[in-house]
């Protein structure tokens, strides 16, 4: 390999990584598929099976592979809760029963790592928010103002596919 080769290899391949690194960092895409994002599983595709009475955090596997973890903006919590009780603004993004939501907290953007079955919360553990999750999301207990945002998600072929974007900004309003 001659040094042009080299210096043209070396482009390609850097090009290659900074598209790896953009696309674990976007959003859900349409068409993405969901995956766990923890544990023994990590990477494996999620059925809608899987989806019972504990919540599932999940990320986004894109076409090409890339599993879209680089961000808590990525992060999703899978829950399975009773399609008859959810809201009007609720429905359009769920799959049956199966919900999405951002698991980055709207207040100062924390892992929203806290699920209550019993009456369908969420709740962050950094100052207590807790959210609705039948009703879009909304806070039910501050400080966080705005609810977390719902991915519209569909089952296809015994998997859970990326359908639309989010319902609203993911995470906390930026400061300036
Ligand atoms: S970051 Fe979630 S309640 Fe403050």
Redesign the pocket.
């Known amino acids: 390999m001659n040094r042009r080769e080299i210096v043209t290899v070396g482009v390609a391949l850097g090009a290659g990584l900074a598209h790896g690194a953009r696309s674990e960092r976007m959003k859900p895409q349409i068409g993405d598929v969901l995956v766990h994002a923890f544990g023994d599983r990590a990477g494996s595709v999620i059925s809608p099976t899987d989806v019972g009475r504990e919540r599932i955090f999940a990320f986004a596997l894109a076409p090409d592979g890339v599993v879209r973890d680089g961000s808590l903006h990525g992060q999703l919590s899978l829950l399975r809760v009773d399609e008859a009780l959810m809201s009007a603004k609720t429905r359009p993004y769920a799959a049956g029963p199966i919900l999405a939501v951002s698991a980055a ?6 892992e ?1 790592s806290g699920w209550q079955r019993d009456n369908n919360e969420l709740i ?1 553990p ?4 807790r959210f609705a999750v039948l009703d879009a999301a909304r806070v039910v207990l501050g ?2 103002t705005k609810p977390l945002a719902l991915l519209h998600i569909e089952l296809g072929d015994g998997v859970i596919r990326v359908a639309g974007k989010f319902s609203r900004r993911v995470g906390p309003a930026p400061t300036y």
């Not at 907290?105 to 924390?110: F, N």
């Not at 950094?126 to 928010?129: A, M, N």
């Open positions: 907290c709207t207040h100062t953007g924390c929203v962050c950094c100052h207590g928010s400080p966080a």
